[in-house]
């Protein structure tokens, strides 16, 4: 049985071809890192660190955070970390990185909402049957003991969705129906955002019904997948970013 993910259904979504070389060929990517995902791996590194020192009633500093990136910065980056955008340097995205929790730090100090989790594992089944089974990682959850409602916080590096689009967001949307299995007596579940490029926090929910139906969905799309026999290539602006690139004969320069 495959456990899927949000990530794996996106690739399909994204290019049928991509999803084919990474999860069925499981070519070896060309490259491993693009400096985003980069620059986003370390910047929800430090925040993990931060919530962590939070938890244990240690509230760093705001310089000790920007070390904490800086360190570890300095200690993964390397060469073969592509940058797309050949006018702009691993300096540019570095700072980049610096102002993006800077501006967290500033707008969210004291921390004292009650996280209970961070970088915290739901796996949950779509059917009674169990066939369907779905993973993914909540960057941070809340608790509000008072009003009985859990918060699942996501941390964005990249281009920010419209409310709309939030309304009808796939992934934080599964990850609540985990949360809602663990914490039964839950009162609500909200999905938070944080777009650390804009400095802006954006929220949404989802009722039953509306979970109910992205479970018949998802195992749609599942049975879809499983069933795919052309997986087609869907040239376009992200063949820039795509790992595969050297592998695939359909490419956009
Ligand atoms: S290069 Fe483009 S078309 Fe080819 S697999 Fe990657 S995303 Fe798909």
Redesign the pocket.
């Known amino acids: 049985m495959v456990i899927y993910s949000h990530s794996r259904l996106s690739t399909y979504e994204?290019?049928?071809?991509?999803f084919?070389?990474r999860y069925i060929d499981k070519l070896q990517p060309e490259i491993e890192h693009t400096i985003e995902g980069f620059l986003g791996g370390i910047v929800h590194e430090s925040l993990e660190w931060l919530y962590n020192q939070v938890i244990n009633k240690n509230i760093p500093s705001l310089e000790q955070l920007i070390e904490y990136y800086a360190i570890h910065w300095n200690k993964h980056y390397n060469s073969e970390i592509k940058i797309v955008n050949t006018e702009l340097t691993p300096e540019f995205y570095f700072d980049k990185g610096i102002k993006f929790l800077i501006d967290y730090y500033v707008k969210n100090q004291p921390f004292s909402e009650n996280t209970i989790a961070i970088e915290h594992q739901i796996v949950l089944d779509l059917d009674d049957s169990g066939k369907y089974q779905l993973q993914g990682f909540i960057d941070r959850l809340v608790h509000n003991k008072e009003t009985n409602i859990f918060e699942i916080h996501d941390y964005k590096t990249g281009a920010m969705k419209t409310q709309e689009d939030l309304d009808k967001d796939r992934q934080l949307a599964l990850y609540s129906l985990g949360v809602r299995k663990l914490f039964p007596e839950t009162k609500d579940v909200y999905l938070i955002w944080h777009y650390l490029d804009f400095n802006e926090k954006k929220q949404s929910t989802r009722t039953i019904e509306q979970l109910e139906q992205l479970k018949q969905d998802v195992i749609q799309l599942i049975t879809q997948i499983e069933s795919e026999k052309e997986f087609n290539?869907?040239?376009?602006i992200?063949?820039r970013?795509?790992?595969?690139?050297k592998?695939?004969?359909?490419?956009?320069p």
Do not use: V
């Open positions: 994204q290019c049928k071809l991509k084919k070389f290539a869907n040239p376009g992200l063949c970013w795509c790992e595969f690139r592998y695939c004969p359909h490419k956009t």
